[in-house]
């Protein structure tokens, strides 16, 4: 099991930034791939970015330029820097662990609001 904490979601204004963090502890030696994910009401919930244990990073289409995702490997933290956001970005953000193996552990979440 890999417990994930979930940090920096908030209210800003379109066009400004915020950088999430994620801290992840327990068997952290068994993580595959680190990942967010974001959910707006309403709908399904969809990848953002990832990054894998060998630091190739994958993001959606609707955040590229926009969003990096990056690891501290000395903290057992990921990142993911959003610059100019914009209203549809807000979502619940959750970061998520893949194990391998279909396993997978999610954070909490944290709202991250944009208003227009």
């Known amino acids: 099991q890999v417990q994930l904490v979930e940090s920096g979601g908030g209210l800003v204004q379109a066009g400004g930034s915020l950088r999430l963090s994620c801290a992840a502890s327990?068997?952290?030696?068994?993580?595959?791939?680190m990942g967010w994910y974001r959910q707006a009401p309403g709908k399904q919930r969809e990848l953002v970015a990832a990054?894998?244990?060998?630091?190739?990073?994958n993001y959606a289409d609707s955040v590229k330029g926009r969003f990096t995702i990056a690891r501290d490997n000395t903290k057992n933290t990921v990142y993911l820097q959003m610059n100019s956001l914009k209203s549809e970005d807000t979502a619940v953000y959750y970061c998520n662990a893949a194990l391998g193996m279909g396993y997978d552990n999610w954070g909490q979440g944290t709202q991250v609001t944009v208003s227009s």
């Open positions: 327990g068997k952290i030696f068994s993580i595959k791939a």
């Open positions: 990054i894998t244990s060998g630091g190739s990073t």
